[in-house]
């Protein structure tokens, strides 16, 4: 079984509140539901590693094993890039 960093058990509980009121610019005068506010979770936890650790990661989901290959790699990169001075 793979150990996995993110994960749904990981996640605070959700209270819903459901609002109803008509939005004229929208679709049936309808409003969204909710689902645009989840899209930039990944993407804040990826720099939140990326801030802490320096490592860059671009796949989810974010396992031991993907972290720990992206801070080798970030290594190996910064010893190989030949820097302009």
Do not use: H, Q
Request: charged share 25%; hydrophobic share 45%; with cysteine.
């Amino acid at each position: 079984m793979m150990n996995l960093c993110l994960a749904i058990a990981n996640m605070p509980g959700i209270k819903t509140v459901i609002v109803e009121e008509e939005d004229p610019n929208g679709p049936y005068r309808a409003k969204s539901v909710g689902e645009a506010a989840l899209n930039p979770a990944a993407a804040a936890i990826c720099n939140a590693i990326y801030n802490a650790v320096g490592a860059r990661i671009i796949r989810l989901p974010v396992t031991a094993e993907s972290l720990l290959k992206a801070i080798k790699t970030k290594e190996t990169d910064r010893l190989t890039v030949k820097r302009e001075d």
